[in-house]
């Protein structure tokens, strides 16, 4: 009997879900400042990454190699980008508009803290972060994510048990 193989794209949406479940919890609370939550969140995804390349070696009997199991992962990560990518855009556009308003008023204290940092150069940047919001959050939220993707997706490629050997040569 053949084992059914998880798809990229299920565990990709358990994960995105996971992620936005926990930042709607941020939200709701009125978390945004501690940090913690955010590395929180970094974690859960590279361990559902990390899990998801196990068990991709686990129903495929470990008949896998290092590039199958980092594609695996990676595709996951092409979904969860894609997913978040798009809650991303509907929360500051209409769920929770007011994101836009709290993170700079986060940003502004942040930067007022700094001696270094002129008033006016404060509100030039305040200014420019408020016109491109959506575009400068969804870009660092895509490309923080393929990061995290690329380091859960090489930890699990690392860690998945591999019945292969590298040095065997199928075609002989």
Not at 95 to 122: C, G, H, Y
């Amino acid at each position: 009997m053949e084992t059914k193989v998880t798809s990229h794209i299920v565990k990709g949406v358990i994960l995105s879900t996971i992620t936005i479940v926990f930042s709607t919890i941020v939200y709701v609370f009125n978390l945004y400042e501690m940090q913690s939550l955010n590395y929180l969140n970094y974690g859960l995804i590279i361990a559902g990454l990390i899990y998801g390349a196990i068990l991709y070696s686990n129903e495929n009997n470990n008949h896998v190699t290092f590039g199958n199991v980092f594609a695996h992962g990676f595709k996951t990560t092409a979904v969860i980008i894609a997913i978040t990518s798009i809650y991303t855009i509907l929360s500051i556009k209409f769920l929770f508009p007011e994101i836009v308003d709290i993170s700079l008023r986060i940003s502004r204290k942040k930067m007022e803290s700094n001696p270094q940092i002129p008033k006016d150069t404060i509100e030039q940047n305040l200014n420019f972060v408020k016109e491109y919001f959506v575009s400068l959050t969804l870009g660092f939220s895509m490309v923080g994510l393929a990061i995290l993707g690329l380091i859960g997706s090489l930890i699990g490629a690392a860690v998945a048990k591999k019945n292969t050997n590298p040095f065997e040569n199928s075609a002989a």
